[in-house]
């Protein structure tokens, strides 16, 4: 099995940053590519960000407009995803997901493992 533990979340003022982490434990050589999603209360899941089993490529989301990084550590075991210029509309719980296929992807049926999520509130 893998085990997701997302971490870094909380309350930001309009503006500030946050460091988000995503720590991978269990079966981690199973693991390729890892993504970010978010769901703000009332709104379906949504993808952020992904990178690729290598952490060489990465796709994001347009509306971030070049706002956040994802990035992971060497040993594959764990996942960042630093958060800047936050707006009160990134406010959500933000989830780390794991695929066991090569690339990248930014759909959320390619994933296969989810973390439990990570508050973020971004106030006005």
């Known amino acids: 099995q893998v085990r997701l533990v997302e971490s870094g979340g909380g309350l930001v003022q309009a503006g500030g940053s946050l460091s988000l982490s995503c720590a991978v434990s269990?079966?981690?050589?199973?693991?390729?590519?890892m993504g970010w999603f978010r769901q703000a209360a009332g709104k379906d899941r949504e993808f952020v960000a992904t990178?690729?089993?290598?952490?060489?490529?990465?796709y994001y989301a347009r509306f971030l407009e070049g706002r956040f990084v994802i990035s992971r550590g060497n040993a594959k075991s764990t996942v960042y995803l630093q958060a800047s210029r936050l707006k009160p509309e990134d406010t959500g719980v933000y989830y780390c997901?794991?695929?066991?296929?090569?690339?990248?992807?930014?759909?959320?049926?390619?994933?296969?493992?989810w973390g439990q999520g990570t508050q973020v509130t971004v106030s006005s």
């Open positions: 269990g079966l981690i050589f199973s693991v390729n590519g």
């Open positions: 990178i690729d089993g290598a952490g060489r490529e990465t």
């Open positions: 997901a794991a695929r066991i296929w090569f690339g990248y992807s930014s759909f959320k049926n390619e994933y296969k493992h």
